[in-house]
């Protein structure tokens, strides 16, 4: 019930909009890396110093006017242009809303390309967040495009809830690929619903791409998915430079350090901007304790 509030919440345009007036608010700023370049190169020089790589996030999704999309590319080419410049031990993620997929396909993948093209210039890898059903096979279409065109820096990411999950994790075996139990309501004809059925077909598709797979990236919180990774790269000599572990900034930090320190490579997912408020509920609803940022927040006013 909870999740499918915040869920609706996320997706409601007019508060997504409204939210950008007003800079982080309701505990998002524990969660989000301030609301420009500056503020969140500062907090991935502090984890990279911690021994903790980064893909960053600069937010927004369900972008419906060109004029934004193109503004969501020229930020993200800031970032590379940061990451560059700085010497930062980090890469981009991105969501294909953001970048117009909702507009036009060509339009978005000459974006993306764009982007992917300097990116590679500079030896930066380029992730495309997955998001809802509806933009899965268009992100695959993305991704296998851009390879085919040449670039060898882009990936994507498999959703542990879908049923075809583990059929995808095989076809891009080849492919630097972030493993996720996945974030968003589907519907039972594709995606399972219970939480033990995503977890076993998370632990599935995680085996699978750590024996196959080029580069895994498992995205997770989850102690026992964590420590189940850990004994089953072990048992079967898989290099640890073969994996990371990934989480999300603000999320479970004496975690996050502590499997850095244990010499694990580690990521954090570092999103900042104005358009925080749709990736602030989302959380919510993955984790209704979270409220307890909000309730905080509020309340220490
Ligand atoms: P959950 O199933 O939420 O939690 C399992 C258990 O882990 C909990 O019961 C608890 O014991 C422990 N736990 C979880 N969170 C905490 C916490 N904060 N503190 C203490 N214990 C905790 N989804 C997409 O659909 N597309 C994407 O592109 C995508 N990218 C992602 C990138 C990253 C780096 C991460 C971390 C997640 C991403 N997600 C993405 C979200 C993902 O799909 C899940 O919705 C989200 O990670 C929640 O699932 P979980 O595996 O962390 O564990």
Redesign the pocket.
């Known amino acids: 019930m909870l999740r499918d509030l915040f869920i609706g919440l996320s997706e409601n345009q007019l508060l997504n909009r409204a939210a950008r007036n007003y800079g982080l608010q309701l505990g998002a700023q524990q969660v989000v890396a301030g609301t420009n370049i500056t503020e969140m190169m500062d907090s991935v020089k502090e984890l990279n110093q911690a021994g903790i790589a980064c ?1 960053i996030d600069n937010l927004g999704e369900f972008v419906y006017d060109k004029s934004e999309a193109i503004r969501a590319k020229e930020q993200i080419l800031a970032v590379v242009k940061a990451i560059h410049e700085q010497q930062a031990d980090a890469h981009i ?1 991105l ?1 294909p809303s953001q970048l117009g997929l909702d507009i036009d396909y060509e339009f978005c993948r000459e974006q993306i390309k764009e982007i992917a093209e300097k990116a590679s210039r500079d030896d930066i890898f380029v ?1 495309l ?4 059903y509806p933009r899965l096979e268009p992100t695959f279409r993305l991704v296998n495009e851009l390879s085919e065109e040449g670039y060898t820096n882009i990936g ?2 498999i ?3 879908f049923h075809r999950a583990l059929k995808d994790t095989r076809a891009y075996r080849d492919m630097r690929m ?1 493993l ?5 309501k589907e519907s039972p004809a594709v995606a399972y619903q219970k ?1 033990q059925e ?2 076993e077909n ?1 632990i599935r598709i995680i085996e699978w791409h750590l024996l196959h797979g080029k580069f895994t ?1 498992i ?7 964590i420590d189940h990774v850990k004994r089953f790269a072990a048992e079967h000599d898989i290099e640890r430079d073969q994996f990371e572990f ?3 900034y603000g ?2 930090k004496d ?1 996050q350090l502590a499997l850095a320190k244990e010499g694990y490579r580690f ?3 570092v999103p900042f901007g104005e358009d925080w408020y749709g990736y602030f509920m ?1 959380r919510l609803a ?2 209704p ?2 409220m307890n940022l909000m309730v905080k927040q509020v309340f220490n006013k």
């Open positions: 893909t993620s969501k992730n967040d997955m998001e809802n994507t990411v959703q542990a809830y972030r996720v139990k996945g974030a968003y939480k995503i977890d998370f990236s995205a997770t919180h989850d102690d026992r998915i990934q989480m999300l999320f479970r975690l990521c954090t997912y989302r993955e984790r304790q979270n």
